[in-house]
């Protein structure tokens, strides 16, 4: 098993920086890729961002592109998410998420384990 847990949400203003962390703990050997999604209220959780085991190779969504970036720190098992430009679009409970699956992917399905996410709020 593998657990996840969120840090860093909070409340920010529109175009300003946040950032938020995800530590990994239990057989963290398992994991290939980690990610990003969140959820806004009545909408469904959609894909926000993924990296690979090593950190070279990672990929976002459409909407945040060149807005945020993804990095992992595997020593400390911890994945970041740096937000930066944020609109209030961006307002969304985001969940980390971990997949043993050697193919990085977007579906939501496919990752095996989630934390349980924190969220972020951007006011204009």
């Known amino acids: 098993q593998v657990r996840l847990v969120e840090s860093g949400g909070g409340l920010v203003q529109t175009g300003g920086s946040l950032s938020v962390s995800c530590a990994a703990s239990?057989?963290?050997?398992?994991?290939?890729?980690m990610a990003w999604f969140r959820q806004a209220p009545g909408k469904e959780r959609e894909f926000v961002a993924a990296?690979?085991?090593?950190?070279?190779?990672?990929h976002y969504a459409n909407s945040v592109k060149d807005r945020f970036s993804i990095s992992r720190d595997n020593a400390n098992g911890t994945v970041y998410l740096q937000m930066s430009s944020l609109k209030a679009e961006d307002t969304a409970v985001y969940y980390c998420?971990?997949?043993?699956?050697?193919?990085?992917?977007?579906?939501?399905?496919?990752?095996?384990?989630w934390g349980q996410g924190t969220q972020v709020t951007v006011s204009s």
């Open positions: 998420a971990a997949s043993t699956l050697a193919t990085m992917t977007v579906y939501r399905e496919r990752y095996q384990y």
């Open positions: 239990g057989r963290t050997f398992t994991i290939y890729h």
């Open positions: 990296i690979s085991r090593g950190g070279g190779n990672t």
